[in-house]
């Protein structure tokens, strides 16, 4: 292993900025999903000055932004080596785990019925719902209902996820939280099991008034195994999570969790922790591009938030050390001009950027997300741990 090149590592997940389709996209019903590419060629000219300069548009040809001359990153791509393309899976793999059974989904026809027998027997709430929505359009639909008889609205996604929403004045978040924790305890069945129980708050009265607050909790699954996160935070350093790292990880392996209100509010929340003294890894993710414009195709949102995100990154860049290492990637795709609402098979961006570094250019294509973990931890001089994949590319960094 290398001795230590950098005191600070950042790792930013742009939540579904997928960069094209994997080999194997066609299996998963995705053949010729492409977020970034597609994005970028319905706008005249995406503004993202500063991933521009980093290398984004020299890792792959964009409509309307020039590849940099002199990129200041080290850039490339990365192919994902487990069985799915959703969030937990490319996270759980970021950081070393190798997926080979998917998370269940309920996307055709809703939760089976004697699931959802026990949940509306042990809760003590009639269930509506039951089916995959989006969560503006079943709040449309049923927040009405709600709010006026007490019933509780459980719907799933494309994603293996299931959300109940309640009302913060009329449901109550406590007692939101109180079914969450049972359906958890419920979907732990391996016949059931998905990998997050969501609470959905929301406030308003009548349908058009209805708006999701930032009161979201995740009850995901502990990962199969230990993490890099695990050695890192077992080594004495700092892990620093940002967005709904905690959740997706169930806090293991953090030593400090960051809730964002928005990809926003995570960059200001991101660029607050550059300013701090510490020694270890700073992980975030970006969650509004793949849950508001992703998942709803919504193609000019999902462009405008990436050039949002551009502004604060160039903030970050001005706070960096020298030795700071910044990574910015994606953990799947969700390509808004793709059919239907379910995240896309794609490989995703790798760019890794220090003020110390002497080269920066092209890497080769790496086979497996993993490189992250495995790459963050051989910088500290620590090993992965027993079982895990993914090979260290820190001795390319230069």
């Known amino acids: 292993m290398n001795a230590k090149k950098y005191r600070r590592v950042f790792t930013i997940v742009i939540d579904s900025l997928g960069v094209g389709p994997m080999p194997d996209a066609a299996a998963f019903g995705d053949a010729g999903a492409d977020t970034l590419g597609h994005i970028a060629a319905h706008f005249d000219a995406l503004k993202i000055p500063n991933l521009q300069r980093l290398g984004m548009a020299n890792l792959k040809s964009l409509h309307g932004v020039a590849p940099a001359e002199k990129p200041l990153a080290y850039y490339g791509q990365l192919r994902e080596a487990s069985n799915g393309k959703d969030t937990m899976t490319g996270h759980w793999e970021m950081m070393g785990l190798h997926i080979t059974k998917p998370f269940k989904t309920f996307t055709e026809h809703g939760f089976p019925q004697e699931l959802i027998d026990e949940l509306s027997r042990r809760t003590g709430r009639v269930i509506i719902g039951n089916k995959a ?25 494309a994603d293996s996820v299931l959300q109940i929403c309640g009302n913060e004045e009329t449901f109550g978040l406590d007692e939101l939280y109180r079914c969450c924790e049972i359906a958890r305890e419920i979907t732990m069945k391996d016949e059931w099991k998905v990998g997050r129980v969501i609470a959905r708050p929301y406030v308003g009265r009548k349908k058009g008034e209805f708006k999701r607050t930032s009161n979201r909790h995740d009850y995901a699954l502990k990962p199969y195994g230990r993490t890099a996160l695990d050695a890192l935070k077992d080594a004495g350093l700092s892990v620093i999570s940002v967005g709904k790292i905690f959740d997706i990880f169930d806090g293991q392996g953090l030593t400090e969790s960051n809730k964002s209100k928005s990809s926003v509010h995570g960059m200001e929340q991101t660029i607050e922790i550059a300013q701090r003294d ?46 700071d290492l910044l990574i910015i990637t994606a953990d799947h795709g969700n390509d808004p001009t793709y059919t239907g609402t379910d995240h896309t098979r794609e490989k995703v961006p790798f760019l890794a950027y220090s003020r110390s570094m002497q080269t920066p250019g092209a890497l080769v294509e790496a086979d497996t997300f993993a490189v992250i973990g495995a790459t963050i931890t051989d910088n500290f001089g620590i090993a992965m741990p027993d079982g895990t994949i993914g090979h260290s590319i820190l001795d390319k960094l230069n």
């Open 133 to 157: 929505a989006s969560g503006t359009e079943i709040l449309d639909e049923l927040g009405e209902e709600e709010i006026a008889t007490g019933h509780m609205i459980v719907y799933t996604s």
């Open 278 to 323: 510490f020694e270890g890894l700073c992980f975030v993710n970006l969650v509004d591009f793949d849950a508001l414009w992703g998942h709803r195709r919504n193609v000019v949102g999902y462009g405008e938030e990436l050039e949002r995100f551009d502004v604060k990154l160039g903030e970050l860049l001005d706070m960096l050390r020298d030795d």
